[in-house]
Nanobody
Framework: QVQLVDSGGGLVQAGGSLRLSCAAS????????MGWFRQAPGKEREFVAA????????YYADSVKGRFTISRDNAKNSMYLQMNSLKPEDTAVYYC?????????????????????WGKGTLVTVSS
């Protein structure tokens, strides 16, 4: 069992940066791949980025590639999403999640439906 608490959202101007954090509890955190998803008002939840359980493999949505960086620290039971060059279209509630799939499988095949555990979300608002 894994419990996830995501944080770090806020209001930022376009072009700015934010760092989201996901704190996990549970003995098996390090054995899961982790991911970030987001959901804008009126839209479906979409994949943002994922990272393998040892952090050696990552996968990003095309819309954030080159701007966002996912990382994890298993010693601290934590995962992060560094978001740079933010755009108004990045405005959404961001969720961290965990699953046993590889990052590329999460990003291309299983998506949100394949995740086993979820945080409650943190709101990111990017003003123009």
């Amino acid at each position: 069992q894994v419990q996830l608490v995501d944080s770090g959202g806020g209001l930022v101007q376009a072009g700015g940066s934010l760092r989201l954090s996901c704190a996990a509890s549970g003995r098996t955190f390090s054995s899961y791949s982790m991911g970030w998803f987001r959901q804008a008002p009126g839209k479906e939840r979409e994949f943002v980025a994922a990272i393998s359980w040892i952090g050696g493999s990552t996968y990003y949505a095309d819309s954030v590639k080159g701007r966002f960086t996912i990382s994890r620290d298993n010693a601290k039971n934590s995962m992060y999403l560094q978001m740079n060059s933010l755009k108004p279209e990045d405005t959404a509630v961001y969720y961290c999640a965990a699953a046993n799939w590889s990052p590329i499988t999460i990003g291309t095949t299983t998506g949100a439906d394949g995740m086993d555990y979820w945080g409650k979300g943190t709101l990111v608002t990017v003003s123009s």
